[in-house]
Structures are given as structure tokens and as C-alpha cells.
């Protein structure tokens, strides 16, 4: 299976090419991505063997669990209600992954940012931690933190918005 920074890679030389959809298959793992407008959205395959039944927890834990990273249907609700409600901001910060969220290098440590804050493309606006590696993620504009939409230990999926930044 390619690890966390090998697919990060691959998102970014998609999203820079003019390739609209990318497919990877390796060991019985497939990766699949497509470009929508202008984000690039990472799926895994739907089984299509078996209708999907409810089983027991035990028979879960055994099964190897796949990733989907496209949001569901109450995770759109609630971003289309919360976008609604505060359009004081142009773009969002993403997570690039699948992760823990962290404010602050440490516990003791104060937050990277706060909600007023300025920040640069190069600033360090978080951390998203992911099989043991902290990734430092990069405001990747230049612009105001208008809101922060995670809270610190909170678990985040791939390109969930976790910050909206007001451009300078």
C-alpha cells in the first residue's frame, strides 16, 4: 500500500496536471482519484461482490476497513448549512489527510492560531497526526483566520475543511 506522503504527492501532481481522473492498483489495494472542478477528490472502490448486510462486531473488527473520502450525505448537509451561515471568508484549509487534528506542537504549547489571526502560505496553522507521523499543515495562503471548524484531538477526514482564511 503506498504511504500517507506517496498518496499526498500524488494528489498534488494530479491536481497540477490536466489529467481529470487517475487510477492505481497495487497487492490487491486500488486508489482511485478524479478531478472535480478544481479539487481533487481520492475514492476507494465500492464492493460489488456481495450486498452489503449488517454483521456482528466481532466479524467487523476482522474485516480490513476502506477509506472513502467523499463526504456523506449529513457531512454535505451540514457544510452546505454552515457555508450558509458564514460566507465572511474565501477559501478554507484542508486537511490533505486522514488524521488526528492538533492546535499546538504540544499540550503545553499555546495554539498555532487563533480565530484574527494573519497568516502567510508558508505559516504552520496546525497538525494533523496519521499512523504515528505528525504532519505540520501549511496555511498555503496568504490571509485572516476567520473561523477554525475542528476542535484539538478531534479525528478529520481527507480534504475536510478545518480553517477559513478572509485573503488579503
Avoid: H, W
Avoid at 15 to 43: C, L, N, P
Avoid at 60 to 85: D, G, L, R
Avoid at 100 to 120: H, L, M, N, R, S
Amino acid at each position: 500500500m503506498l504511504k500517507v506522503q506517496e498518496i499526498r504527492e500524488l494528489i498534488k501532481l494530479i491536481d497540477d496536471s490536466s489529467i481529470s481522473e487517475f487510477t492505481y492498483e497495487a497487492d490487491g489495494a486500488t486508489v482511485s482519484m478524479k478531478k472535480q472542478g478544481e479539487q481533487v477528490v481520492q475514492t476507494a472502490p465500492k464492493p460489488t461482490e456481495q450486498p452489503v448486510t449488517p454483521q456482528p462486531v466481532e466479524q467487523e473488527q476482522s474485516v480490513p476497513e476502506k477509506v472513502t473520502t467523499e463526504p456523506s450525505a449529513k457531512e454535505e448537509e451540514e457544510n452546505q448549512s454552515n457555508a450558509s451561515m458564514s460566507t465572511d471568508y474565501d477559501t478554507e484549509i484542508t486537511s490533505p489527510m486522514v488524521g488526528t487534528f492538533y492546535e499546538a506542537p504540544t499540550p503545553e504549547d499555546p495554539a498555532y492560531i487563533q480565530v484574527g489571526d494573519q497568516v502567510k502560505s508558508q505559516s504552520v496553522v496546525c497538525i494533523v497526526e496519521a499512523m504515528k507521523l505528525f504532519n505540520e499543515i501549511e496555511a498555503e495562503v496568504d490571509g485572516e483566520i476567520v473561523e477554525i471548524l475542528v476542535q484539538n484531538g478531534e479525528l478529520v477526514e481527507y480534504g475536510q475543511p478545518l480553517f477559513r482564511v478572509k485573503n488579503k
